[in-house]
């Protein structure tokens, strides 16, 4: 076998002997893309120190990489298609590489965000060429499997994000959680050349490049709106943004149904099953990601544990992902997709209730249950509703059904840091206020307090800092009265800091039982309607269709089945 796999799959007289090897590339490259955001959240109060970052600006930081990722993926998604999957991930990972070697030395808020938007572009490339590449590369009787591996690989991703940048913030910078991504880029380019066959449309046709402009219209604007509308106020700007998705995804259907080759077919949401998925993904991704983000924060504000702690106590939502992912691979073909989706996302919804009893006397123990059966269900819902999607298109569109699979994804998750965010953010805001009410707290501080636990923390801080001050001050004083006087504010200040602190993680803990309890009732409204959406078993997916050896066809206009 030659060192460079250049034959295509369907063109082999059985399946590709090096098929497994080929899934490891392409979960390696999968990691790389979900890591590249959740890691950042452990190095944020590192980076906010070193770059003087305000709120605005870390939000930014974070957010500037989900916008391309998600607005892209679609048009991206169907490039690959027609020019090449293969091509589209190698290039992909470059650009993420190089955007990791930019972000090192970024000393900017501004050059870090547009490094992240960079690193967005990237993954937007990388993201649909894994699940397209894996079912081009799979046998039919062998996909289900696969695609099972990839969605448990997207799970344990979001834990070991905060554990692999936490071992590297243990004795390095914040840079360094973006130099990592360019050694992990250069293997993963060269391992696909290796193992991973070429894969294209035979004969996919003109782009719809209307109908691609359209959805990075419609979707970039909703994610803007998204991120900008919960954190920054609704405003002008943020109803500008709903104004011009509404309009950008009306025209985007108008446009889709009219169009012979549409850049995705717009029926395929009538078909049951199809749209059931997409929903189960966007709620439980909303879910996921809603307490991945408030449970780091706790964790480390909170609790006190450092970026690795933190990292480390994330481990049983990675172990339970696993373990669900076996376990759907051998329910799922007994049971129908709709029992273990419907499963998953009651599991989830009862992982979100116990968190409801969070306070500020809950100790590390009290998330481990939560944590792993969040991680379960997610094991058991997402590879059945992904291997449901990708079967709703032919082999010529396979880069577009993974783009439709990883926009679900990432708007559900957009909407659960924002919308469950912006929940936590007013909860504790209205907490801190409450805990506080009739203390000593000058107002400015406590309204700075209330800008983030972060902040709240930081006030606390100051406090005792100032206490420090004040003592060694009195240790110098002239008089006996001055010392005592210098002594007796730095007391009061004193505990100042620890009734601050006090208020602080009362405060959050409240919020965070709140907020579980808004995302329990989400997903648990979502999976009563997936339910009823999803058939007891789902249609058999099409047959492949040799598309390196005659045209594709223009899509029927209705759909019969999964598939055109």
């Not at 992909?92 to 050059?111: E, H, K, N």
């Not at 880029?185 to 070429?198: D, E, H, N, Q």
């Not at 702690?309 to 376990?327: C, D, K, N, Q, S």
Request: charged content about 15%.
């Amino acid at each position: 076998m030659p060192l460079i796999v250049n034959e295509p799959v369907d063109r082999m007289s059985g399946p590709y002997a090096r098929r497994w090897w080929a899934l490891l590339v392409l979960c390696l490259s999968l990691m790389i893309s979900v890591m590249a955001n959740t890691a950042l959240t452990v190095a944020a109060p590192d980076m906010t120190r070193d770059l003087d970052l305000s709120s605005s600006d870390l939000q930014w930081v974070i957010d500037a990489y989900t916008v391309p990722y998600a607005a892209l993926m679609l048009l991206l998604g169907a490039i690959g298609d027609k020019y090449g999957r293969r091509g589209s991930l190698a290039l992909g990972l470059l650009i993420m590489a190089a955007g990791g070697v930019a972000g090192a030395f970024a000393d900017t808020s501004f050059q870090v965000i547009v490094v992240r938007a960079v690193m967005g572009f990237g993954a937007a490339m990388i993201m649909p060429a894994t699940l397209s590449l894996l079912a081009a590369t799979f046998p039919r009787e062998e996909r289900a499997k696969a695609i099972t591996i990839w969605a448990a690989t997207s799970g344990l991703s979001i834990a070991a994000g905060p554990l692999i940048a936490g071992v590297l913030l243990k004795s390095n910078g914040w840079e360094s959680t973006f130099l990592i991504n360019v050694p992990v880029c250069a293997v993963a380019i060269l391992a696909a050349y290796v193992l991973v066959p070429p894969s294209k449309a035979g004969d996919r046709g003109r782009i719809d490049y209307g109908g691609g402009t359209l959805s990075v219209v419609w979707s970039g604007a909703l994610i803007y709106m998204i991120i900008d509308g919960p954190h920054f106020g609704w405003g002008a700007s943020a109803f500008t943004a709903a104004g011009i998705a509404a309009l950008g995804l009306l025209l985007f259907i108008w446009w889709e149904l009219r169009h012979p080759r549409p850049i995705l077919d717009v029926r395929k949401f009538a078909q049951r099953a199809f749209a059931g998925a997409n929903l189960a993904i966007a709620a439980f991704f909303l879910a996921v990601f809603g307490v991945f983000y408030f449970l780091t924060l706790h964790f480390q504000f909170v609790l006190d544990y450092d970026p690795l702690e933190t990292g480390i106590r994330m481990l049983p939502l990675a172990l339970g992902v696993f373990l669900g992912a076996a376990t759907t691979g051998v329910l799922t073909p007994r049971l129908g997709a709709r029992v273990m989706v419907t499963v998953g996302m009651a599991g989830g919804t009862t992982a979100l209730a116990l968190l409801i009893g969070v306070d500020s006397g809950s100790a590390y123990g009290d998330f481990v249950a939560p944590l792993a059966l969040l991680g379960v269900s997610l094991g058991l819902a997402v590879s059945p509703c992904t291997d449901t999607i990708m079967g709703a298109f032919p082999e010529s569109e396979l880069g577009v059904g993974g783009a439709v699979n990883d926009t679900s994804l990432e708007l559900g998750g957009s909407l659960g840091i924002a919308v469950l965010g912006s929940a936590l953010a007013s909860s504790y805001a209205a907490n801190l206020t409450d805990a506080t009410e009739g203390s000593k707290v000058p107002p400015e501080a406590l309204e700075a307090a209330k800008d983030s636990v972060a902040a709240g923390n930081a006030v606390a801080q100051s406090f005792d800092e100032k206490a420090r001050q004040l003592a060694e001050q009195a240790v110098q004083a002239g008089s006996p009265e001055e010392a005592a006087r210098l002594k007796q504010q730095a007391a009061e200040l004193a505990q100042g800091s620890d009734r601050m602190a006090d208020a602080v993680g009362s405060a959050f803990s409240d919020a965070v039982s709140g907020t579980s309890l808004l995302g329990a009732v989400v997903l648990g409204s979502a999976a009563l309607v997936v339910a009823v959406l999803m058939p007891r078993r789902s249609a058999e997916p099409q047959a492949p269709v040799e598309v390196d050896a005659q045209p594709e066809t223009p899509p029927a206009p209705v759909p019969t089945k999964a598939g055109r």
